[in-house]
């Protein structure tokens, strides 16, 4: 038991997580960082929901602390793409960009999902300064200042009127002239005194004249092409997320929408390979959750490596 190994995929919250109670497990485990090493808080500046952090901590920091954790306890962390998965026969296979491959009896995916932008340019750029893709993570920075959310579906509404408990104004920004969300939430949004909407329109650019951080947004009406300017201090894109699994994709269950389906913990269709983090939680997408996520992931793959025959039971993963 003591010389089993398993090999994680990504480096965010999830997967450290899970590298780290395996680890713990003296299971040795193998991680691979992937594209977006450190997952989306890298991106993050201030992070101010993580538990024991009263005065909060930098994404990029709180990533490194979990890292450097991760490895105290034995965890190794490659850097590396996954180009193929092969799950139908063990042990698993695993086949990066540069060539390697890799074999293990156990398998964590905690590859993440990725949230949609607007793909403008100054988006991106101002991401963690003023553009956000998640209303629960940085709402709080915005008590008393107006903002605007883009998108027309329940998962925009549902963050513009959770912003409104903070922000003085919301603007809701939508490409069309109806709204593609359920009817409930449709009326709690206009039934909501600090929701203004702008339709037919899109973000042509997100403003920061030269500070550094969002001061407005310049948007463009589809039908006229009329440009028009608005102040405010933050812009929120809730246009949705995808799940990064097209590795998977006739492999392991997925649902309507790209998200590893789970059973039983984390456990997937196939016996061996397990799911945490926002590749299978497409509901609350959070940092703390996808972190117990994590955990769960790696007790039910140590508890899974238990079960194995001992010839399995003290198969290593192998780098090639």
């Known amino acids: 038991m003591a010389d089993q190994h398993i090999v994680i995929i990504g480096s965010g919250p999830a997967g450290l997580t899970a590298a780290l109670y395996a680890a ?15 997952g989306q808080l890298m991106l993050t500046t201030m992070v101010d929901n993580w538990p024991g952090f009263r005065d909060g901590i930098m994404g990029p920091d709180l990533m490194a602390e979990m890292r450097a954790q991760a490895e105290r306890f034995g965890t190794e962390v490659i850097e590396g793409d996954i180009t193929k998965v092969t799950l139908g026969e063990r042990p698993f296979t695993l086949e990066l960009r540069d060539g390697r491959r890799i074999t293990t009896e156990a398998l964590v995916i905690a590859t993440g999902a990725s949230a949609r932008w ?18 629960t993570c940085d709402g709080y920075f915005f008590k008393g200042k107006p903002i605007a959310v883009v998108g027309g579906g329940d998962s925009a509404l549902e963050e513009a009127n959770y912003l409104t408990k903070f922000a003085s104004k919301v603007t809701l ?23 203004d909407f702008i339709w037919d329109s899109e973000i042509a650019e997100v403003a920061d004249v030269e500070k550094g951080e969002v001061t407005g947004i310049v948007v463009r009406n589809l039908k006229t092409g009329a440009l028009q300017d608005v102040s405010l201090d933050g812009v929120f894109i809730a246009i949705g997320h995808t799940p990064n699994t097209s590795l998977f994709e006739g492999q392991l269950d997925l649902d309507a929408n790209g998200y590893i389906v789970t059973r039983e913990g984390t456990r997937t269709n196939v016996p061996g390979v397990f799911a945490a983090g926002d590749v299978q939680d497409h509901v609350y997408r959070q940092a703390v959750t996808a972190a117990g996520s994590g955990c769960m992931a790696a007790i039910d793959a140590e508890r899974y490596l238990e079960g194995l025959p001992q010839d399995l039971g003290q198969a290593q993963h192998t780098v090639a």
């Open 24 to 38: 713990r497990a003296n299971l040795t485990p193998l991680l691979i960082e992937g594209v977006e090493a450190g």
């Open 118 to 135: 607007l793909e403008i340019g100054s988006d991106r750029k101002l991401a963690g300064h003023g553009v956000s893709t998640c209303a």
């Open 173 to 195: 920004i939508h490409r069309r002239d109806t709204l593609r969300a359920s009817k409930i939430m449709q009326d709690k949004a206009f039934a909501n005194s600090k929701i």
